[in-house]
């Protein structure tokens, strides 16, 4: 009994190291998040510093934060000049902005920069004729350059800033943003790392997805919310507190588990094609959300691979079991709180989540500490029926 008690001290310790770190990972993502967004460009940057005319009078233009760290600054006259300043965080690779027809990479029109490994800044057009590097060419396209543009590091932003001549003032327009970490070599691009289209209405400064992108995001979030967030805490706390109702427990865990299951598969199959979609710039959310999926998928099989209840191997299954069902639920909070920052969810949806995961945490608490009040107590409690051994007659 004492090397089982031990085992289970040791598994116990295991998981609670790997919560530990879990949440130590998240808080160095965390900070490094913030470090980086302290240091990229903001709206009330000074541009005469380091952009020469006419891109460097900022009370001139319009300053919007379209993607990820891209912002965009731009001016438009009623003759169809567009004057454009785009930043973002650079280490290496090229940046590029294009103007497409209908928010798809084919045929449109790019202009890219970068600044090349001896320190040179570059910045050309690019005919983007096809998907493939050889398909992108160089110092083509169909934009109609007024200005010399124009490629500045500054700290650890890039601006490109160029300025084009439209037959009429743009309003909403597709436009493409891109970058990939690999320098051109020979003008030649290498595949981007990320993208994403957005349609962005000049006339008014605003930016949006499509309205199917709109709705299959919020049907990403109800459906995680609702399975991973909701169904699967439920399950677990029945099979936890709900014992004495046996078998009933037993099979309301099961189904409770398998359809939050359900539930969450949905989610990641929304997010995969909301992904293909937007390219958002996620990936602590994807790379949660892949865990989770990983581990809850082993959980369903471990169902149907349970051992007898006097199979010796049963305590085993029983550890794994409660294990990484505990560790798939805090990881799926913490990915929904991810997801609701990242995805820009309203307020009130995530004042909402926080009210539910509140009520969980309540009820296992309470739960819990009844528990072991009814535990202790019946380990205070003597036997029923005692025998004095002076009584026994041999």
Not at 94 to 123: E, H, L, Q, R, T
Not at 208 to 226: D, E, P, R, W, Y
Request: include cysteine; aromatic fraction near 12%.
């Amino acid at each position: 009994m004492a090397g089982e008690d031990s085992r289970e001290k040791s598994l116990s310790r295991f998981f609670s190291s790997a919560v530990i770190i879990a949440l130590f990972l998240l808080f160095l993502s965390s900070v490094e998040k913030i470090a980086v967004n302290a240091q990229t460009d903001s709206c009330n940057l000074d541009l005469s510093s380091f952009l020469p005319s006419p891109f460097n009078v900022s009370s001139d233009l319009i300053c919007r934060r379209v993607w990820n760290n891209f912002v965009l600054r731009y001016s438009q006259s009623t003759d169809g000049a567009l004057r454009i300043v785009l930043s973002t965080v650079y280490t290496s690779g090229w940046v590029g902005m294009g103007f497409s027809k209908d928010g798809m990479m084919v045929g449109s029109s790019a202009m890219v920069g970068w600044i090349a490994k001896d320190g040179k800044a570059n910045i050309k057009q690019y005919l983007l004729s096809g998907t493939s590097p050889l398909q992108v060419i160089a110092d083509k396209g169909q934009l109609q350059a007024t200005s010399p543009p124009v490629v500045v590091l500054n700290g650890v932003n890039i601006f490109l800033a160029f300025q084009l001549k439209f037959s009429t003032p743009l309003s909403m327009q597709p436009l493409i943003f891109a970058f990939a970490s690999a320098t051109p070599n020979q003008y030649q691009l290498a595949v981007h790392d990320d993208k994403a289209s957005v349609v962005f209405d000049f006339s008014a400064g605003t930016s949006s997805v499509s309205s199917s992108a709109s709705q299959l995001k919020m049907n990403h979030g109800a459906l995680a919310v609702f399975g991973w967030g909701v169904l699967l805490p439920v399950g677990a706390i029945i099979a936890r507190y709900c014992r004495q109702w046996d078998p009933q427990w037993f099979y309301l865990h099961s189904v409770i588990q398998f359809v939050g299951f359900l539930f969450g598969l949905a989610s990641v199959v929304a997010g995969i094609s909301l992904y293909n979609k937007i390219h958002a710039n996620v990936p602590e959310h994807r790379a949660l959300g892949i865990i989770i999926f990983v581990l809850g998928t082993l959980q369903v099989s471990a169902f149907f691979l349970r051992p007898m209840k006097d199979a010796k191997i049963r305590r085993y299954w029983n550890w794994y079991h409660h294990g990484i069902g505990r560790l798939v639920l805090f990881l799926g909070a913490v990915n929904i709180i991810v997801g609701l920052g990242v995805g820009g969810a309203p307020k009130t949806v995530k004042t909402g989540y926080g009210f539910i995961l509140g009520i969980i945490l309540i009820t296992v608490i309470v739960s819990e500490m009844i528990l072991r009040i009814k535990r202790s107590r019946k380990s205070a409690d003597p036997p029923a029926f005692q025998m004095h051994p002076t009584s026994i007659v041999s």
